[in-house]
């Protein structure tokens, strides 16, 4: 499976208009839920996700709010006490800043702090990820400030089915949802059918996107086709390679990583956000932890560099590409296998 | 043709989309604090009215006084105490009708108690035995907030969801002189005025934020005066007149319930107490500005007016200690008790269903409860959620 070449499929919906049927049905569906953010409503969003919402639902429940994150959060936050399902868009991921001390303080914690009494079923939804010329402060991968916050769940589509699945599943959530929606493939298709939308794993559950018995890749959102790329071209090396989209990163889906882990005991992670720090770290630890014994080589990953993210014109050497990830796949000490089978892998 | 190419023809204009969006004037607030107490407006007041805030005002004054005691005993983690501004935390509470919401920050626990809040369920936090001890809908009163001014913008947004299901609910929500300086004051301000969002924002200018006083904090010829840049009415009013405050919050809440949108409230007031307990106020205030404000007391003002109408004796304040001291004795004595703690609740609400790392952190520390020979007291399996429990 790679994003490209579905031309032949009679119905191709791009992944930012799965997104959109998933709010509008959602919508339809139960009066609760409510879209607002900046220019959601006439406009249908920077994106165009929110295309028709206003129209179709009215501005009371498709709001062009003023432009101030931290009041849209906030306001979402007394909409959830009072038995809404506010739907957030934040225009960009270095737009959902100013609303971090609402998210931290209020939106991940209410639940907890009340003991249950005011759940907060808020889906916050994020544009993220670099690869499409932006400039600055609208490319950043800002999920490891997400997932390091407890309350909250984290959860990246890579496919059409997923942005829709996932969405929904997000929607419907009684927990808050940080839906990090990759830029880069918002006008990716691959076939889906709007009319009859495949069932998808709830969130929480990552998908082997391809089997494979030489190694694991294990990735989410934007780098999931370069994965895909990366593990057509290992077959060429000799490389058997499977690739894992974990779908959601909190919760984390240890059971299906580490059953991979356990049968190729060779791993990299994968993602653009940057290493030190980033969930790549966290990955390779829970791996290091629940399969050592299995492991044939350090867990590795392949990450943005430790750098602000770069301007347009440079940010094609951050993004890990297909070339890093065989490099890497390369440095999963496959000497020892040689000496085993003779020099042959 | 252009404006050059005909020379004596322009007019200087407005620009094409430029049109006055309101008249300020009526937004603006009162020239000085609004006083009732003492003036011929008091003499409209309802007596019951007047008797229960009196009630009220003795009763919180107590309160504060056995909090503070408690932080002492080592009872209370910490009390930020509202001793002198106790007349806006009555009348904000005695302003609402049951299906209103009140939003407090960390110093509005009496408001919290004068809403109906049982006073040792609204001392949870300050104790330290969970963050929230009550259920907000109980008495429709959002958990004590302590981020500054981070519970305005969800007040806008409870009003702002009540209205669009078409229910009579007004939010009222406190916040200090200090916390007027944060973004979210501002943006809470903006949103419930674009969207005639029936709530009232209080605020309570004690005159510092910790220990900087009101004159860096702002340049703003009042703090009622930002209403007039969100475009909806600003009132100003003496804090520590009880009659006052309630007189100018039911306007507002009424404003507000009838589709008027907001309004801001600046009570001034004054903090007799240092910030809280672990705060030393003789560093940045002098006893002489203190001593101004005692003799500028909210229920000596209240006292004087009701006994001075022969509305009020010496039985009837003796009656008022009286029921304050009994309050006070109970606080006491359910506060020595020692709260019922469950280690394993830690894991209990963090999400509607725990995810595999935390049934794992759970099991962690069930193990460690049991080697250390202190089981949880639920000692339950399954740590899933649940009903609130209370204590």
Redo the contacts between chains.
């Keep these: 499976m790679t994003t490209a070449a579905v031309g032949t499929v009679h119905r191709a919906t791009a992944l930012a208009q799965a997104l959109g049927r998933a709010l509008r049905d959602a919508m339809a569906e139960d009066p609760s839920v ?1 879209v607002l953010g900046e220019d959601v409503g006439t406009l249908g969003g920077v994106f165009r996700v929110t295309d028709g919402l206003a129209k179709e639902f009215g501005e ?1 429940r498709c709001t062009d ?2 432009l ?1 994150e ?2 849209i ?12 399902r ?1 739907v957030v868009e934040m225009q960009f991921d270095a737009f959902a800043y ?1 609303a971090f ?2 998210l931290v ?2 939106v991940s ?11 907060m079923p808020i889906t916050v939804r994020v544009p993220y990820g670099g690869g499409i010329g932006g400039v600055e402060h609208h490319s950043d991968s800002s999920e490891a400030y997400y997932l390091a916050t ?2 909250l ?1 984290v959860v990246a589509p890579a496919t059409v089915a997923d942005a829709y699945g996932l969405l929904r599943a997000a929607i419907a ?3 808050p949802v940080i839906f990090l929606e990759p830029k880069r493939l918002y006008w990716s298709k691959d076939g889906w059918d709007p009319e009859r939308p495949e069932q998808v794993p709830g969130i ?1 559950r990552a998908v082997v996107r391809r089997q494979g018995t030489s190694a694991t890749l294990i990735t989410y959102g934007p780098s999931v086709p370069v994965c895909m790329e990366a593990a057509e071209a290992a077959g060429a090396e000799g490389w058997d390679l499977e690739v894992i989209d974990l779908r959601s990163l ?3 889906d ?2 299906t990583v580490c059953a991979s882990v356990r049968r190729t005991g060779r791993a990299v992670v994968v993602h653009e956000s940057t290493g030190f720090g980033g969930p790549g770290g966290e990955i390779a630890a829970r791996i290091t932890e629940r399969c050592f014994h299995h492991l044939e080589a350090p867990v590795l990953r392949v990450a943005g560099f430790d750098i602000p993210y770069p301007p347009p014109m440079l940010e094609k050497h951050q993004l890990p590409g297909v070339d890093r990830v065989l490099d890497a796949v390369a440095r999963l000490q496959w000497e020892s296998e040689w000496t085993s089978e003779g020099g042959v892998r | 043709m252009t404006v050059l190419e005909q020379p004596g023809s322009y007019r200087p204009a407005p620009p094409p989309a430029w049109q006055p969006r309101t008249d300020p004037a009526p937004l603006l607030p009162e020239a000085e604090p609004l006083r009732v107490l003492g003036t011929p407006a008091a003499g409209g007041l309802d007596p019951v009215l007047l008797g229960r805030m009196y009630g009220e005002l003795v009763r919180g004054r107590r309160y504060n006084a056995q909090a503070t005691a408690l932080t002492r005993q080592g009872r209370l983690a910490v009390y930020p105490a509202s001793t002198g501004q106790e007349a806006c935390q009555v009348a904000a509470a005695l302003a609402l009708e049951p299906q209103d919401w009140l939003f407090p920050s960390y110093r509005d626990t009496l408001a919290a108690v004068a809403r109906g809040l049982d006073p040792v369920d609204a001392l949870t936090l300050l104790r330290g035995d ?3 001890g009550y ?3 109980e008495h429709r009163v ?2 004590l907030c302590t ?1 500054l001014a ?1 519970q ?11 209205r ?2 078409g229910d009579d ?1 007004v ?1 009222l929500a406190l916040v200090g002189d200090g916390g007027t300086s944060e ?2 004051f ?3 301000l ?2 419930a005025a ?1 969207w005639r969002a029936p709530v009232v924002f209080l605020v309570q200018n004690n005159g510092f934020a910790i220990s900087v006083p009101l004159a860096k904090q702002t340049a703003a010829p009042s703090l009622a005066h930002k209403a007039v840049g969100y475009g909806m009415p600003g009132r100003l009013v003496d804090g520590n007149d009880v009659a006052a405050v309630h007189q100018v919050l039911t306007e507002a809440v009424r404003h507000a319930r009838n589709g008027g949108g907001p309004t801001l409230v600046e009570a001034v007031t004054y903090r007799m107490d240092a910030h809280t307990n672990a705060d030393d106020a003789t560093r940045y205030r002098s006893d002489a500005e203190v001593e101004a404000w005692r003799a500028h007391d909210p229920i000596a003002l209240l006292e004087r007016e009701l006994t001075g109408r022969g509305l009020l004796d010496e039985a009837g304040i003796r009656e008022a200690r009286e029921a304050a001291e009994r309050m006070a004795a109970d606080l006491r004595e359910r506060m020595n008790r020692d709260p019922v703690l469950d280690p394993m ?1 830690l894991f ?5 269903e725990q ?3 935390l049934r794992e952190q759970a099991a962690q520390l069930r193990a460690e409860l049991a080697a250390a020979g202190e089981p949880s007291p639920a000692c339950r399996e399954d740590d899933g ?5 209370r204590r």
């Design positions: 409510h009371d709010t003023p101030a931290a009041g959060l906030g306001a979402a936050v007394g909409m959830a006490m009072y038995g809404l506010p100013p001390e609402q303080s209020h914690r209410m639940r907890n702090r009340t003991r249950g009494a005011l759940p407890p309350g769940h959530s009684d927990d929480g909190v919760p984390f240890e059971e | 969970w963050h929230t259920d907000p809908h959002a958990p981020p981070t305005l913008p969800h007040a806008v947004g409870l009003a702002h969801a009540a669009l299901k609910v939010a973004g979210d501002h943006e809470a903006n949103f674009v609740e209990t609400h963090v999400y509607a995810t595999a790392q959620p649940q009903e609130g429990r």
